[in-house]
């Protein structure tokens, strides 16, 4: 009797192990047949990598660059007060007809005529105003396609706006000029169309395969062969097996 127990439990003890080498082995197996599945099929996963690295390059050459330029400024009274005065027609005219405003639309007019449109029209589309960590602080953030237009409405906004009303505005932070555009993002989009590439490699090289491996009826393979199938081989595909 404690002789089979001791036998028990020497059986016991080697089932544990045995489960992880199979384990690993199964690993090992699914990890050859992927590389194999790449491997055979590069061209297929270099030509749709291509194509998408491709369409995300064109994708960023298309797009029209958005600069964004940011002020932060400090007035004397609480910033919720103000903000819908900062958004006035009264206060867009007046920024229209500052100097600096005019000889930026005349310098546009003249060498980029395709990008000049309404000023107002910009302002309300593309200006936005933020609450600051404190009350009395106010974010100014102009984006538009021309980083000289941002900087320069970042800048005047609050001094027109100053001159309209009682208020002190102090700037605790200038707009400056951007030097990178925050739309497109261009490494972002080629990332993104690698990943898409490597994807669609593989939905293209499953499809092929499942292509080459379609099996014919044995009618067909007779006629295309012109040969009597003398017999069929079946195949099996058993997973190892512990038996105790």
């Given amino acids: 009797m404690q002789a089979q127990l001791q036998q028990e439990e020497h059986t016991q003890t080697n089932i544990v192990v045995l489960p992880e080498k199979n384990r690993r082995a199964r690993y090992r197996y699914y990890a050859n047949k992927t590389s194999e599945f790449v491997f055979d099929r590069f061209w297929i996963f270099l030509f749709a990598i291509a194509l998408s690295l491709s369409v995300a390059y064109i994708a960023n050459e298309i797009q029209t660059p958005l600069f964004e330029s940011k002020s932060r400024v400090k007035l004397d009274e609480d910033v919720n007060l103000h903000l819908s005065f900062f958004r006035s027609p009264k206060i867009f005219e007046q920024l229209a007809q500052e100097s600096e405003v005019q000889n930026f639309f005349h310098w546009e007019a003249t060498y980029h005529p395709q990008t000049s449109s309404d000023f107002l029209q910009r302002l ?11 009350p009395q602080e106010l974010g100014i953030r102009f984006r538009d396609s021309n980083p000289r237009l941002a900087t320069l409405v970042a800048n005047l906004l609050p001094l027109v ?32 169309g690698l990943i898409g590439g490597i994807l669609l490699g593989f939905l293209l090289s499953r499809f ?37």
């Fill in 124 to 134: 309300q589309n593309n200006l936005v105003l933020t609450e600051e960590i404190h």
């Fill in 161 to 192: 706006y100053e001159k309209n009303s009682s208020l002190n505005i102090d700037f605790i932070a200038p707009a400056v000029l951007p030097s990178f555009p925050i739309r497109p993002q261009k490494t972002l989009n080629l990332i993104l």
């Fill in 208 to 244: 092929f395969k499942i292509s080459s491996e379609k099996k014919d009826s044995l009618q067909e393979i007779e006629k295309q062969s012109q040969l009597p199938i003398l017999g069929i081989i079946p195949d099996h595909h058993e997973k190892e097996r512990i038996v105790l």
